[in-house]
T-cell receptor
Framework: AQSVTQLDSHVSVSEGTPVLLRCNYSSSYSPSLFWYVQHPNKGLQLLLKYTSAATLVKGINGFEAEFKKSETSFHLTKPSAHMSDAAEYFCVVSDQGSTLGRLYFGRGTQLTVWP | DAMVIQNPRYQVTQFGKPVTLSCSQTLNHNVMYWYQQKSSQAPKLLFHYYDKDFNNEADTPDNFQSRRPNTSFCFLDIRSPGLGDAAMYLC???????????????FGDGTRLSIL
């Protein structure tokens, strides 16, 4: 079975400070993992993806995530938050054992950035 | 730029009055998805098309139907909207690569549906 747990429903940081959004996953097969960002009244935008290549994945807008199999984690980080980073972030797992392409979403983490 | 376009961005309909939401894509992806997203929740998959093959999720109400007349377009029909159907509806596409579950889905900006 596949599932995703985002450990924080809300994260607040000051502009210029580091961001850490935590995600743990469960997958029966080698997972593909994604982080998506959703700004208000917008669709989901792909930040980065892990598909069994390098364990440290760099994405857009300065975000990166590290796949740790031993910890079943895929935490999203950014060294310095910007006001424009305020949004909802979804950690997503897709099961490579399935051809369905089904995505399993975490519940989301709302990131607030204070000036 | 290749993209997924949803129209309209905002739709208001009356309780029980049929409504159709549309999605078009210029990515030439063969898989198209419809999601329902309620406030402060993750998107919930309603159904998807793999080429012309329709795949309904087991818990998608019969009230929701879909059509895909060609590769580029996909429609979501809600036959008799109820108040509980008020939500953001997201269309997404992905490219089949054999085992296509490792391909990301590309989302449109959604249609926010309100029910009066």
């Amino acid at each position: 079975a596949q599932s995703v747990t985002q450990l924080d429903s809300h994260v607040s940081v000051s502009e210029g400070t580091p961001v850490l959004l935590r995600c743990n996953y469960s997958s029966s097969y080698s997972p593909s993992l994604f982080w998506y960002v959703q700004h208000p009244n917008k669709g989901l935008q792909l930040l980065l993806k892990y598909t069994s290549a390098a364990t440290l994945v760099k994405g857009i807008n300065g975000f990166e995530a590290e796949f740790k199999k031993s910890e079943t984690s895929f935490h999203l980080t950014k060294p310095s938050a910007h006001m424009s980073d305020a949004a909802e972030y979804f950690c997503v797992v897709s099961d490579q054992g399935s051809t369905l392409g089904r995505l399993y979403f975490g519940r989301g983490t709302q990131l607030t950035v204070w000036p | 730029d290749a993209m997924v376009i949803q129209n309209p961005r905002y739709q208001v309909t009356q309780f029980g009055k049929p409504v159709t939401l549309s999605c078009s894509q210029t990515l030439n992806h063969n898989v198209m998805y419809w999601y329902q997203q309620k406030s402060s929740q993750a998107p919930k998959l309603l159904f998807h098309y793999y080429d012309k093959d329709f795949n309904n999720e087991a818990d998608t109400p019969d009230n929701f139907q879909s059509r895909r007349p060609n590769t580029s377009f996909c429609f979501l029909d809600i036959r008799s909207p109820g108040l509980g159907d008020a939500a953001m509806y997201l269309c997404a596409t992905s490219r089949d690569s054999g085992t296509y579950s490792n391909q990301p889905q590309h989302f449109g900006d959604g249609t926010r549906l309100s029910i009066l």
